[in-house]
């Protein structure tokens, strides 16, 4: 209904501005939905220069976002100095209790404790400012009724309520029989049923951007026309013989113009995408036929290579079938040296392991003495150096040492028996005056300790109950780690004449694997050399069958 010139929206839209225009008024417009009750009531309210205010219903819109809006509405409307119009409409009813609140306002200009104590003031506050400018004859005594009293008066004077309702089914019936002050209150104003010029203009406002020819755009429009009158008749008639109402509203005109256009717009769509594809099949078909025609051409070229490439393709596929004779027979021959160096490795992983396995047990003796060794200073050597009469445990440990350096003892008289005896001290104490001392029992080759030196220190010193760390440490700390030194080599020694052998046959084992190995490796390279050379054959082979396949190709 908006932005149509006739004469007919123009007598509903004058009404409404006589209702808005008396003083205290309301309205009751009812009318089928599209009507233009909505649309003229905004017309109204804009030429009045009054401010409308509409409520915005959403999904989760309850009793409480309805209060908070009538509190806003009614005080913009008393506060301002401007009339207000509040248009509400039967859709936006989501509780009766809405209309129940709205009944009030009609009746008596307010709704019941719907302002908070707090609130309440502030209303008061503002009365207050604006009695003071009103002549002395009409201002109020200033206490808190009056003031509320005035801001009813002026809600009254300045709000004008416009209920817009569609008498379709019960609920309009029982709305107004619930709440009396809906009608009276309210000026009615009957919305009647479009008349057929009114149509008429609708449909040619409605398909002015519909690209038409004038001739076809008039018949589209008296269709439609007919259709919505001719239902409009059936409605009539279907209500006196079966007593049931069928409702034709502006809405369902509206919907039957949108609803060709939707239909036009999709067949043109469809008609269009159609011509598309018949012009673009057409124009495949042209080039399809030139490239045929020079397809053709380019096959009586390629005919001469076609009889050399079927040529070549034969040679070299007697050569790849003999070729791969010979690769077959090579896989062979690395598959079993692969076998053979595989065992091997085997052979030797088992000797190593055994070998690990039997160091396992001296290794962590000899790492604790050289951790006993690392703890040891030069101070701590001096100490002993410095002893003139070393105890028995020193004197002993510093013996093994001695022994296992290989530094002879001295031939000394025994003041008990007077005969010559070996004395280890003083070679011992020239020993420990060597300022690489320690550094030498770390480098110690252990792997070649002489027979004799073991012999002996097994057959003295490791028997010795006397010849203990623990013992030791009562004497000196620093002779506790040399004879933890002492015990480890010969423990080593020990399991190193054990795995001595089993090292042998290890690098046996590993020799033998490696010259496989090596065998493995030069037959290896042979088989990647004739694979090269087969697969070249075979790719050369591909390229010949591409160029035979070629005019083929293109003659389909």
């Not at 009365?127 to 002395?136: A, G």
């Not at 109020?140 to 008066?153: E, K, Q, R, S, V």
Request: glycine fraction near 4%; hydrophobic fraction near 40%.
């Amino acid at each position: 209904s908006s932005g149509i010139n006739a004469e007919w929206p123009l007598r509903p839209g004058s009404r409404i501005s006589r209702i808005l225009k008396q003083p205290r008024s309301h309205a009751l417009l009812v009318g089928v939905g599209g009507s233009g009750r909505q649309s003229l009531t905004r017309l109204a309210a804009y030429m009045a220069d009054y401010v409308l205010f509409q409520v915005e219903i959403g999904k989760g819109y309850t009793s409480f976002e309805w209060r908070e809006d009538l509190r806003r509405i009614l005080r913009k409307g008393a506060e301002s100095e401007t009339h207000s119009v509040f248009l509400f409409t039967d859709t936006q009813i989501k509780e009766e209790s809405f209309l129940e609140d709205i009944n009030n306002l009609l009746n008596a200009g307010e709704v019941p404790n719907i302002f908070p104590m707090d609130e309440k003031q502030e209303i008061q506050d503002a009365m207050r400012k604006i009695d003071k400018t009103r002549e002395k004859a009409k201002q109020t005594d200033g206490t808190p009724l009056a003031l509320f009293n005035m801001f009813i008066d002026r809600v009254r004077d300045q709000l004008h309520i416009v209920l817009a309702m569609s008498p379709i089914g019960g609920a309009f019936r029982s709305r107004l029989r619930k709440f009396p002050s809906l009608v009276n209150c309210c000026t009615i104003d009957w919305f009647q049923a479009w008349p057929e010029d009114a149509l008429e203009i609708v449909a040619h406002r409605f398909l002015e951007d519909v690209e038409l020819s004038e001739e076809h755009r008039n018949g589209v429009v008296e269709i439609c026309k007919n259709f919505h009158e001719s239902t409009r008749n059936l409605s009539i008639k279907f209500e006196q013989q079966l007593g049931r109402h069928n409702y034709v509203t502006p809405t369902s005109y509206l919907e039957l113009i949108y609803t060709y256009k939707n239909l036009l717009g999709k067949c043109r769509e469809k008609v269009a995408y159609q011509r598309k594809r018949y012009t673009v099949g057409l124009e495949k078909l042209d080039s399809a036929r030139s490239q045929v025609s020079q397809m053709q051409s380019d096959l009586q070229a390629l005919q001469p290579q076609l009889v050399v490439a079927s040529k070549e393709v034969d040679e070299i596929m007697v050569i790849i079938e003999r070729d791969s004779i010979e690769v077959a027979k090579t896989e062979k021959i690395v598959k079993a040296e692969e076998l053979i160096a595989n065992e091997q490795a085997s052979v030797a992983k088992g000797i190593k392991d055994e070998c690990d396995a039997d160091l396992a047990e001296a290794i962590p003796i000899l790492e604790q003495a050289l951790a006993a060794l690392n703890t040891l200073t030069p101070s701590d050597v001096t100490i002993v150096k410095s002893m003139k009469s070393p105890p028995p445990g020193v004197r002993l440990v510093m013996e093994a040492v001695c022994i296992l350096k290989g530094i002879k003892p001295d031939r000394v008289n025994d003041p008990a028996t007077g005969k010559k005896v070996e004395d280890f001290w003083k070679p011992s104490q020239k020993l420990l005056g060597d300022m690489k001392f320690l550094q030498s029992l770390k480098d110690y080759d252990k792997d070649n300790v002489p027979v004799a030196f073991v012999k002996k220190i097994r057959a003295t010193y490791i028997p010795n109950p006397e010849f203990v760390p623990e013992k030791i440490r009562q004497a000196s700390n620093a002779a506790e780690g040399l004879c933890k030194w002492v015990r480890a080599i010969e423990a080593y020694d020990r399991v190193a004449k054990v795995v001595a052998p089993k090292k042998a046959a290890l690098a046996i084992a590993e020799s033998k694997f490696a010259e496989a190995q090596k065998s493995l490796n030069a037959k290896r390279a042979m088989l990647k050399e004739v694979q090269d050379k087969l697969q070249s054959l075979r790719d050369k082979f591909e390229e010949n069958t591409k160029k035979k396949k070629v005019p083929t190709a293109t003659l389909r």
